[in-house]
Each structure stands twice: as structure tokens, then as C-alpha cells.
T-cell receptor, first 112, second 112 residues
Framework: DTGVSQDPRHKITKRGQNVTFRCDPI?????LYWYRQTLGQGPEFLTY????????KSRLLSDRFSAERPKGSFSTLEIQRTEQGDSAMYLC??????????FGSGTRLTVV | SQQGEEDPQALSIQEGENATMNCSYKTSINNLQWYRQNSGRGLVHLIL???NEREKHSGRLRVTLDTSKKSSSLLITASRAADTASYFC????????????WGAGTKLIIKP
């Protein structure tokens, strides 16, 4: 197992376009998380899956954001009608229950 | 919302010296974790300390937890240039055993 993989590493998109990111967690981990991080700040929680069930979604997340984890394997995070304020690093992590997280390298989104 | 506050915000020391970073939090926790992030990269889990533990070691790392003061410290002994990174504390809440709440981090620079 090579850890948590995220794709793409970088994404530049025009305002108003939709984008989708993918995360492949560590296969033995039952929990998957999406976080967002802006420069100089710690990660901000977006959403969380336990197996295939999405159990929590941050109130900060607008309806433009949606995440899926079909069959409890990989996960996708979609942002519709992107805005400049969506520019950030999007981090995926997985864990076995509440053990320490393993993070992917992140997807850096730039909305122009 | 951010719960953890790291102190100092930035720290610059000579290689070989010890580095101490502190973290304070606000609510009751079931664990506290420390992570390292190299510039523009993903986060790496360093150590997890549970609320019923007071001290934990991992190699050159020593973490203490004082739940009465709602604070933790991370000590890196015999620092190396490769330790240059941002260090974040993250708390696992008693109310939520899945969501970590993060501070803004301490930026550590080790001068050769």
C-alpha cells in the first residue's frame, strides 16, 4: 500500500466551472476525511465517511460541495460553480477508527 | 472553527538545539495529535496522545499533555535541518470522535 493518493495534484479552473477531485485511501482504513487548507492556516474540516456512509458534513460547506464514497473505496469531492474563495489546498486523509490520520499530498485548486 | 492555538507562531533555532512548541485548546478532548507539514506538502502524523496519558515519546519527539491546563507541548531534541517545517496540533473532541480541530501551526526553521 502506497498511502493515500490524491488526483490531480494541481487544478486551475475558471470561475463558474465544476471541478472534481479523487482520493484513494489506505485500503485497511475505514474512515475517510476531506479537509481544506488555506495558506498559513490549519486544515478545516469538510466532511467525513465511515465506510461508504457520509456521516458528517461541515456547516461551512455550501450546497455547491458534494462528496461521495461509492462502495467504501475511493472518494470524490465535487465543487460546482467554483468561486475565487474556493481556491485552497484540498486534503484527503484516512484512518482506522480514531487512530492518527494518513494524509494525501493534496490537490491545490486555483480559481481564476 | 479552530480550537488549538500553537505557540510560538514561528521559531528559529540552530541545528542541534532543542525546539519546544506549545498547544492550547478549549474543550474536553479524547486525544491530541501532532502533525508536521513541509512547505506545500501533505501533513505527516507524528504522535497521538490520549486524554488519560501525560507523556509520550517517539524517537527525538516528546509530547506532554496537561488536561487540567488544556495544553500540550512538543519537544524535538537535537534538531536537524530536515526538521524545518510547520507543526500543527489537532484535537479529537469528546463530542465527536471523528473530527479533528486544528490550530494554525508553528513554523519551525532550523538554521545549519
Amino acid at each position: 500500500d502506497t498511502g493515500v493518493s490524491q488526483d490531480p495534484r494541481h487544478k486551475i479552473t475558471k470561475r463558474g466551472q465544476n471541478v472534481t477531485f479523487r482520493c484513494d485511501p489506505i485500503s485497511e482504513h475505514n474512515r475517510l476525511y476531506w479537509y481544506r487548507q488555506t495558506l498559513g492556516q490549519g486544515p478545516e474540516f469538510l466532511t467525513y465517511f465511515q465506510n461508504e456512509a457520509q456521516l458528517e458534513k461541515s456547516r461551512l460547506l455550501s450546497d455547491r460541495f458534494s462528496a461521495e464514497r461509492p462502495k467504501g473505496s475511493f472518494s470524490t469531492l465535487e465543487i460546482q460553480r467554483t468561486e475565487q474563495g474556493d481556491s485552497a489546498m484540498y486534503l484527503c486523509a484516512s484512518s482506522f477508527w480514531s487512530d492518527g490520520y494518513t494524509f494525501g499530498s493534496g490537490t491545490r485548486l486555483t480559481v481564476v | 472553527s479552530q480550537q488549538g492555538e500553537e505557540d510560538p507562531q514561528a521559531l528559529s533555532i540552530q541545528e542541534g538545539e532543542n525546539a519546544t512548541m506549545n498547544c492550547s485548546y478549549k474543550t474536553s478532548i479524547n486525544n491530541l495529535q501532532w502533525y508536521r507539514q513541509n512547505s506545500g506538502r501533505g501533513l505527516v502524523h507524528l504522535i497521538l496522545i490520549r486524554s488519560n496519558e501525560r507523556e509520550k515519546h517517539s524517537g527525538r519527539l516528546r509530547v506532554t499533555l496537561d488536561t487540567s491546563k488544556k495544553s500540550s507541548s512538543l519537544l524535538i531534541t537535537a534538531s536537524r535541518a530536515a526538521d524545518t517545517a510547520s507543526y500543527f496540533c489537532a484535537t479529537g473532541s469528546m463530542d465527536s470522535n471523528y473530527q479533528l480541530i486544528w490550530g494554525a501551526g508553528t513554523k519551525l526553521i532550523i538554521k545549519p
